[in-house]
């Protein structure tokens, strides 16, 4: 079922995606309500599942590592649970999908030079149950948005 969205809780959606830190007081005071009505709407928007979480974004660079590496992974279908929980543990994978295409996995990691990057490939390639694997690593990010898609923004209320 797809969620339905009013005016102030896209106008809720679209601070809190610009600043996950703005207080209830700002959105309120541009929606022209309190603060603990705005307060509720988020709650509301929690308890339905809309926002999962607000959280900080971490500029992995200024840490010491390098742009994230992708890895497309496939494996044997029948390993593939097994494949997931040995990748789980590898303290450097941030984000693991299943995906449908010519490979089921999507591997994104944050590692400290090229050098871990070629031990971290040998260490995925290894995996029983990887059959094949590509490797990608980013250059330079071009757009990245944390905002809502435009039809959202759009919509007439």
Do not use: W
């Not at 601070?15 to 996950?20: A, M, P, T």
């Not at 449908?100 to 070629?118: F, H, I, M, R, T």
């Not at 980013?138 to 809502?148: C, I, M, Q, S, W």
Request: charged content about 30%; cysteine-free; overall charge positive.
């Amino acid at each position: 079922m797809i969620a339905s969205l009013d005016r102030i809780e896209v106008l809720i959606l679209k601070k809190l995606l610009e600043d996950g830190r703005t207080s209830y007081k700002a959105i309120a005071k541009e929606a022209q309500l309190t603060d603990v009505a705005i307060r509720k709407r988020v709650d509301s928007l929690k308890r339905r599942g809309i926002i999962k979480a607000i959280r900080a974004e971490v500029n992995y660079g200024v840490l010491g590592f390098e742009k994230p590496v992708y890895l497309q992974l496939r494996t044997e279908l029948a390993q593939t649970k097994d494949v997931l929980k040995r990748i789980e543990s590898f303290e450097h994978v941030l984000e693991i999908y299943q995906v449908l295409g010519e490979y089921n996995l999507l591997v994104k990691a944050v590692l400290p030079d090229l050098s871990s990057v070629k031990d971290f490939v040998e260490r995925l390639s290894s995996i029983s149950g990887v059959m094949d694997m590509k490797t990608l690593v980013v250059l330079d990010e071009v757009r990245k948005t944390n905002t809502l898609p435009a039809s959202v923004m759009q919509k007439r209320f």
